[in-house]
Every structure is written in structure tokens, then in C-alpha cells.
């Protein structure tokens, strides 16, 4: 996840991110080896953890409690061993934080009941700064008392930093002192005022106003503007205080809250993201509660970004619990996300969790619609191999439990997998049969738009370009009526090409042009570069074939751009079929030698059926 944000700050498109974590850690550290780096990895826990996140070239610092000898030994770190501050910088942070007159010999002493240690200091001295009424003896001798009263509280550097969090606790009002201990609780490393409303059963400005309390005792800390977090020795303290003060039945409700807030916030934004397509978690029925309110797909995609972390660990979290039927629907509810982002671990993690939580609840609706979507994760991850039993299991399942609708978009999956393997017949078979199955329940014709587009390049690979023609110009009415632009482009375009595969020289070359020159505007404004640099390969060899090489070579070049952007390997099927182009404009051939093949295209998997 880490790795995914940092390639997405540096340039890389989403639809460029490597599928595998092992690839993403190449890719960066490629991109920094001549663009060097700074990074701060804080509260690393193990070598392992640090060690796949560094970069070609840079400055990297390491804070951990561990020592992680492996990054010395193997890496070349320099071991930096941090101990409490001197005694004069403490009781100067001291006195910074408590905003107030003393002699120094006091802060002193007060930085030294703290053991010398920033956190402790921070979180006493914030006393001082809130509650300007407070003798700063008082608060000295209170510590102490603490101190004296925890194991080894003399000599554990955590025993002195839990003494410091209990005195500012101790001085928190009733409804300050629940917020503290219930936030720790949070499914996530950090939280806006909107989830921490939520997970209170509070409204905004109350939970604003709480948070604002504890930030200012110094027992919460603003991450990013806007989000909050604990340090993790506060949220420990936290939480075994609330294991002590709270019964378990409160504290699973404030957990399930959250958990509820992130499921329906998350279900809000997928609907802007993706309107039109086939949903089936309760989470779209559920009225909002507060949600995050988005402007455009842009907000709510980036809504969906800053709030990644937190939504993973509501699912995990959720699972943990047995609350299945919860943990399942997130795989539907961050679909467009997933599909937008192309973050494959977390694509994948949401899915597995999903299928995993499916069958734990004995929802075999749901478990089909789960391994439908994680089909469509490793389709999207280059992995049809791994996807076909998954969606071929899905099949099964739905027919199984006369669940026509998830059998229709099972074999639209399973027909995607048999295409990729160069099965054609069977594909037409799933495909066909999932057209039978929409028609069957009801009419869904996105969804069988999506299939008769697959019939289309099935039919266009076998040579049948007659029935290939029907079915694609059958999906692109479907998409056009419903108002689908990138679908209906994408059909213009396999459509271009087939019509480019059924004669070879200049017979279609111009109708080919007329339908690629009407899905290139969409397919540029859907930010799509991958599909986009097939569009511009497919338009160069119709400009060939017509005998107009410049036209043809600017598209080429617009292509190899797009593909260096994406960083492309130089295997990669577009960049194949863009240097198959470029040899035949460069050495001239018989009209034969300009044909097309329409199933060398790409087929994404299509969140439809």
C-alpha cells in the first residue's frame, strides 16, 4: 500500500502499478536510483518491513523499538541507539509546551519525573498549558504517585510514559475521558472527526470538539490536517484503560459503529465512481449517516484513497469479529476503487477476505459475487491462469443455488479466463449461457452488452467476422442508449479492428478510421492510457493501409509515449503490436501484411454483470 502511494506520487499511473509487491519495490527503487529520496519510516517492526520500501537512491531513517540488526549486517545502516534527551533540551521542551513562567530549575524537575522522555513531557506539560489553575508541584507529585504505583516503574522507559498518559487522563472531564478511551479502539492508524462521530454516536461538531480536548492534553496527535491518531504507546494505554472501564458489550458497539460508518461511506462514494453497474451488498440500501459528501468521482476516489488503511482494517477487523456478513460486502462496496486505483495487494486482499467471509456466513450468493470480483482481480493482475477455476467455482455455486444473476457475471469472467487461453468455443459457450441467465431473472442490458462484446472478439478471433460484426454492433447500441461513453467506446474499437481483420488492404480502412476517431475523445477524457495506446496503434494501421504513413507515424509515436509512460515492458502485448506497426511502415508490404488480428486486444474485466 505503501509502495503503490509513493509510484502513484511520482507519476505512475495507476494502470501502470505493478501487480506484485516485488515488482512495485523494483519499480521504485528504479525510478529514485537517479532521483534520490528522502524517506522517514517510522515505528518500523521488523527488517523486512523496512528493507522492501527502500529506494535506488536516498536518505532513509528508521525509527523502531527493535533494533534490526539484519539492516546493519545486510544492508549497511548505521545503528543510531536514542535514549531520554539531556536534561537541559527537556526541561526546554518542557517549558515550550507548558506555554508558562517558571523558574528552570522547576521544569527541570519536571522533565526529570518524566524520565527525560519527550512523550512523557509532552503529555504532562500539556497539563500545565490547558489548565493554566495547576500548581506544577501538584502535577509533579501526582506523577510520582503514578510512577511509584506501575511495575518497574523506576526503570522501564513505557512504565514512565504510561504514569504521564494516566495523570493527564485522570484530569480529562467524564465525556473527554470515554472519547479517549473509546478512539483507541478505531479500526485504522488514524481517524477524521466524521469517524470518530460515528464510532462516539456523536454528531461532528461534538466529536471535533472532544478531539480538540485530548489533542490538547497531548494524548492525541494531528497527522494530517484533519486526521488524528495515536501515538501507539498512548493507544495502548488507552486501550487497556477502556478493557478496565468499559464493558465488552460498549465496547464492541463503538468498534461495530465504525465499522458501519466505513462500509456505508465507502458504499456512497462507489456509487459515484461507478453508477451503472450490478450491486448486491445491503450497504447501498442503507440511508447515510453523515457521510462525506463528493463533488465529483475526483473526491470520492480521493476520499477512498486517504481512507484505504482504515477501510482494510475495517473489513480484518470485522472478520476478527465474526461479523461476516459485514466483512464480505466491502470487496462490492470498494469495487470502483479497486478498479480505478489498481492497487493489486489491496484489490486482492479485499477479495480474498470477501470470498473467505462469504463461506463463513454460508451466503452462497455472496460467495459467488466475492469470487467473481477477486476473478476479476487476478484477470486484472495478469493472472487468467489463477482466475479461471475461481470464476469457473463461481459458476458452479450460482448454478448450484439458482442464482442466475451471479451465474451470468460468473461466466462473463470465466468467458473473459477461456478468451485469454485462446479457448474461443468456450468462451461463446459461457458467454452465451450468461446471456440466457441475465434474461432468465431480468433484464440487465449493461450487463449483457459486456457479454455480446465478448462475443464479438470470440467470433473475430475464430475468423467468423459476420456473427463478430452482429454482436459488437449489438453491444455498442446497448452502451450508447444507456449513455455508457468509455463502454461504447471500447466497443468502437474492437469493432474497428475487426472490421480491419475481415479483408485485408484499404476495403475497411476508412470505416475503421470513422469508429476509432469517435472513441478516441472519450477514451482521452477517461484517463485510460493503456487502452488509449491501443486506440492510437489500431488508428495507425488504418491510416497505413490507406496509404497515409505520416498520419500513422504520429499515432505511433503518440502510442510508444503512452507506453513509456506506463512503463511497459518491451513484452508487453501493446508495445508487441505497436513495434509490428512501425516494422511494416518502415518496410513496405503487400496489403496482406497490414492485418489485423481482434483478439490481440486487451479485454479488461468488466465490473458489469
Not at 468521482?297 to 476520499?303: G, H, L, N
Request: proline letters at 5%.
Amino acid at each position: 500500500a505503501v509502495l503503490a502511494g509513493w509510484l502513484r506520487a511520482l507519476g505512475v499511473h495507476p494502470s501502470g502499478l505493478p501487480a506484485g509487491p516485488g515488482e512495485a519495490a523494483a519499480l521504485f527503487r528504479s525510478l529514485t536510483a537517479q532521483n534520490p529520496v528522502a524517506i522517514l519510516a517510522d515505528d518500523a517492526a521488523s527488517a523486512e518491513q523496512a528493507r522492501a520500501i527502500l529506494p535506488g537512491a536516498g536518505l532513509v531513517i528508521i525509527t523502531s523499538r527493535h533494533q534490526l540488526a539484519d539492516l546493519v549486517a545486510l544492508d549497511g545502516a548505521r545503528f543510531i541507539s536514542l535514549g531520554p534527551l539531556g536534561p537541559a533540551a527537556a526541561a526546554e521542551l518542557a517549558a515550550r509546551v507548558a506555554g508558562r513562567d517558571a523558574p528552570a530549575a522547576a521544569f527541570t524537575e519536571l522533565a526529570d519525573c518524566c524520565g527525560n522522555l519527550p512523550l512523557a513531557i509532552r503529555a504532562t506539560a500539556a497539563l500545565l498549558a490547558v489548565r493554566p489553575q495547576l500548581g506544577m508541584e501538584q502535577v509533579v507529585a501526582d506523577l510520582t504517585a503514578r510512577r511509584q504505583g506501575l511495575p518497574a516503574s523506576g526503570t522501564s522507559q513505557e512504565g514512565i510514559v504510561t504514569a504521564a498518559m494516566h495523570a493527564s487522563y485522570d484530569r480529562l472531564d467524564r465525556e473527554a475521558a470515554r472519547t479517549y478511551r473509546l478512539l483507541s479502539l478505531h479500526p485504522g492508524p488514524d481517524f477524521t472527526a466524521a469517524a470518530a462521530a460515528a464510532l462516539l454516536d456523536a454528531d461532528a461538531d461534538q466529536a471535533g470538539h472532544l478531539i480538540s480536548v485530548l489533542a490538547g492534553a497531548s494524548l492525541l496527535e494531528e497527522a494530517l490536517p484533519g486526521r488524528w491518531r495515536y501515538h501507539d504507546l498512548s493507544r495502548a494505554h488507552a486501550r487497556q484503560t477502556a478493557a478496565a472501564t468499559d464493558g465488552e458489550d460498549e465496547r464492541a458497539a463503538a468498534v461495530a459503529r465504525a465499522i458501519d460508518y466505513y462500509l456505508r461511506a465507502s458504499a456512497a462514494a462507489d456509487l459515484l465512481i461507478l453508477p451503472g453497474r450490478r450491486r448486491i451488498a445491503e450497504a447501498f440500501s442503507l440511508p447515510a449517516r453523515d457521510q462525506p459528501a463528493h463533488a465529483s468521482t475526483a473526491d470520492a476516489v480521493a476520499w477512498l484513497d486517504a481512507e484505504q488503511a482504515n477501510l482494510l482494517h475495517a473489513q480484518k477487523t470485522a472478520a476478527d469479529q465474526a461479523r461476516h456478513a459485514t466483512a464480505w460486502q466491502f470487496c462490492d462496496t470498494m469495487w470502483g476503487w479497486c478498479r480505478s486505483r489498481h492497487d493489486y495487494p489491496a484489490w486482492k486482499q479485499v477479495c480474498e477476505q470477501a470470498v473467505a467471509s462469504a463461506k463463513a456466513c454460508s451466503d452462497p450468493r455472496a460467495e459467488v459475487h466475492a469470487a467473481t470480483r477477486l476473478a476479476s482481480c487476478l484477470i486484472a493482475m495478469g493472472e487468467a491462469a489463477a482466475a479461471a477455476p475461481v470464476a469457473e467455482e463461481a459458476v458452479a455455486t450460482a448454478w448450484a443455488n439458482g442464482d442466475r444473476a451471479g451465474e451470468g457475471s460468473a461466466r462473463e469472467h470465466a468467458g473473459i479466463c477461456a478468451l485469454e487461453r485462446g479457448d474461443y468455443q468456450a468462451a461463446i459457450s459461457h458467454c452465451n449461457r450468461g446471456l440466457d441467465c441475465w434474461r432468465r431473472v431480468s433484464q440487465h442490458e449493461r450487463a449483457e452488452a459486456i457479454l455480446h462484446r465478448l462475443l464479438g472478439r470470440a467470433y473475430a478471433a475464430l475468423g467468423d467476422h459476420r456473427q463478430a460484426h452482429a454482436h459488437l454492433n449489438t453491444a455498442l447500441g446497448i452502451f450508447t442508449r444507456l449513455g455508457e461513453d468509455y463502454h461504447a467506446a471500447r466497443a468502437r474499437y474492437i469493432l474497428a479492428i475487426t472490421r480491419l481483420a475481415a479483408a485485408p488492404g484499404g476495403e475497411h480502412a476508412g470505416e475503421a478510421i470513422d469508429l476509432l476517431q469517435q472513441a478516441r475523445p472519450v477514451m482521452e477524457a477517461e484517463d485510460q492510457p493503456l487502452p488509449l495506446s491501443e486506440l492510437l496503434t489500431a488508428l495507425a494501421e488504418a491510416h497505413a493501409r490507406t496509404g497515409n504513413t505520416s498520419v500513422a507515424q504520429a499515432c505511433l509515436e503518440e502510442a510508444s509515449a503512452l507506453h513509456q509512460g506506463l512503463r511497459l515492458p518491451a513484452s508487453h502485448p501493446a508495445r508487441a503490436r505497436a513495434r509490428a506497426i512501425a516494422g511494416q511502415l518502415a518496410t513496405p508490404h503487400s496489403p496482406q501484411a497490414h492485418h489485423a488480428q481482434a483478439h490481440d486486444s486487451h479485454e479488461p474485466p468488466e465490473p458489469g454483470g
